[in-house]
């Protein structure tokens, strides 16, 4: 297994904290830009065309025409078609929760992929791990309780669509070990503009002010920059490494909930929160240890690792 130098742990934090921050921004203005009447399937188009217009030129200035070429093109096109149906659903639970509560949500995303690397990758899941996992899902019923007050189709639809990033994720680390992180990004997000582009027809809304394309266009941008960092990331440093830099996210969520809409959670939310976030840090800590343990050089070039 490779060791990380100090420069690439160091580069890879800030990777990740940069990640959060876009993906944090966007979104905040994906729960903005829906208020003006923009379905989540025409959201989902608009951010994977911009991002994919971004990352072309990233891809042709730090690697060339000969980042295009990869052997990977249908595991490209399937962790695609599961980013669209993903990324639908979690915009719609960004439109209608608040900012709070749908990045809260997001934090489930480590416990999906350890759920999911068991029969996709086949990694042995420990029943420690299993509790922390269900101990994970349990803690949204805190932070969204099943009442009559609660916006539950939004909760369920981010849940959901968290579920199928997670499997992204998972799919990604496969990918990691072939592609280079600009190669995963612009087939990534052609993908997604291929797959979002026959959905959004069905409520489409053409945009009339500035304002509006301003928006929709910062919705791509902001993910385009959030998916590439947070790709590079992963290879600079472990999982162990990067992962528990996502929880700056609710910092981000907290403060821009705040001055955009006015939004202060309840002590339900901050008590959910600190449960999710502590079996979310379980499990990465504890996968991290048993990989080591079980057989450190095999395991160090699974497919799922991260490096």
């Not at 030129?57 to 295009?68: E, H, N, R, T």
Request: proline share 6%; aromatic share 12%; hydrophobic share 55%.
């Amino acid at each position: 297994m490779a060791e990380h130098s100090p420069h690439e742990v160091r580069r890879a934090i800030g990777f990740a904290v940069a990640s959060i921050f876009f993906f944090t921004a966007m979104t905040a203005v994906v729960k903005w830009i829906s208020g003006h009447g923009y379905a989540a399937t025409q959201v989902a188009f608009f951010r994977a065309a911009f991002a994919l217009v971004l990352s072309v030129p990233i891809l042709l200035v730090q690697v060339g025409p000969s980042g295009f070429r990869t052997s990977q093109r249908w595991g490209f096109a399937f962790r695609g078609l599961i980013g669209v149906f993903g990324t639908v659903l979690c915009f719609y639970g960004m439109a209608h929760l608040p900012l709070a509560d749908a990045v809260a949500i997001a934090f489930t995303i480590p416990l999906w992929v350890t759920t999911l690397s068991a029969p996709v990758l086949g990694e042995r899941v420990g029943l420690s791990r299993w509790a922390a996992v269900l101990s994970g899902f349990a803690a949204i019923l805190i932070i969204v309780p099943p009442t009559g007050d609660a916006p539950l189709v939004p909760a369920l639809a981010a849940i959901l669509g968290n579920g199928l990033i997670g499997l992204a994720v998972v799919l990604m680390r496969r990918l990691n070990a072939t592609d280079r992180a600009q190669t995963i990004v612009f087939y990534y997000m052609l993908a997604l503009t291929i797959g979002s582009a026959a959905l959004a027809p069905i409520d489409w809304r053409t945009p009339t002010t500035a304002e509006d394309w301003f928006g929709l266009a910062a919705v791509g941008v902001l993910a385009g920059l959030a998916h590439t960092m947070l790709t590079h990331a992963y290879r600079h440093a472990p999982a162990a490494v990067v992962a528990p830099f996502d929880y700056t996210g609710i910092i981000w969520a907290l403060l821009f909930g705040y001055l955009f809409w006015g939004e202060q959670p309840d002590l339900n939310f901050y008590l959910g929160a600190v449960i999710l976030i502590g079996c979310g840090l379980y499990v990465l800590y504890s996968e991290g240890r048993d990989r080591r343990v079980d057989n450190p050089v095999v395991n160090a070039r699974s497919p799922s690792s991260s490096d």
